[in-house]
């Protein structure tokens, strides 16, 4: 599964003029172009209401047979990056608020419905979660054990027990070192105590 945020955030030009978000769109272009035989390939949107109101930007199943040389798994892969990429030019990416939490809830909802073998869960997301019922703006004024505390009695941490988590492109921009590494910390303990394996945590993409 892949979340892809679309929230106003991750809109902002970097110096090489490009957005935070056009780079997470061309990542999962290169991620759907390696995809394994075999793969459920969900694709959900982050927005201001990800749980309320889900939004799957695409839903595919890649076959098991990948062909004597490839061949079969290679089309199968080209017509995913054509039909993700047909989808991004019409996908609204203006949403005021962040709502991360509630796209975790439903990744939680669609991996269990699956119950396949091996669940991965890939985020493009600057992981600024920000959402009337639970924000990380202040992160620096707010000690992590109540922030955890609200979060445990609102049920707001889903079971992702052994999902592989991994979190790209989460970008930097106005923001100070000091509060990277503390969102970081905050997400990296929010997937342990998820059940989930988190595998990377990175600024880059790729």
């Known amino acids: 599964m892949i979340l892809v945020d679309l929230s106003k955030s991750v809109d902002v030009k970097g110096p090489d003029g490009a957005t935070p978000y056009q780079r997470n769109l061309a990542a999962v272009s290169s991620l759907l172009a390696k995809v394994p035989a075999g793969s459920q390939v969900t694709i959900v949107g982050i927005t201001d209401h990800s749980f309320a109101q889900p939004d799957i930007l695409l839903s595919a199943r890649v076959g098991t047979d990948a062909g004597f040389f490839n061949e079969k798994l290679s089309s199968a892969r080209q017509v995913l990056v054509r039909a993700w990429r047909s989808r991004c030019r019409h996908l609204q990416h203006d949403f005021q608020h962040t709502d ?3 796209a975790l809830l439903l990744a939680a909802q669609i991996f269990h419905r699956s119950q396949v073998g091996q669940n991965q869960l ?70 342990e105590k998820a059940g989930a394996v988190a595998r990377i945590y990175s600024i880059l993409t790729d």
């Open 100 to 102: 991360i939490l509630g």
């Open 122 to 191: 890939v985020i493009f997301s600057d992981m600024r979660q920000s959402s009337p019922q639970f924000s990380l703006d202040n992160l620096e004024s707010v000690l992590l054990d109540d922030a955890f505390l609200k979060l445990e009695n609102e049920e707001l941490i889903p079971e992702l027990n052994g999902v592989e988590v991994r979190v790209k492109g989460v970008d930097n921009v106005g923001k100070k070192v000091t509060q990277w590494k503390m969102l970081k910390r905050f997400w990296v303990r929010y997937f």
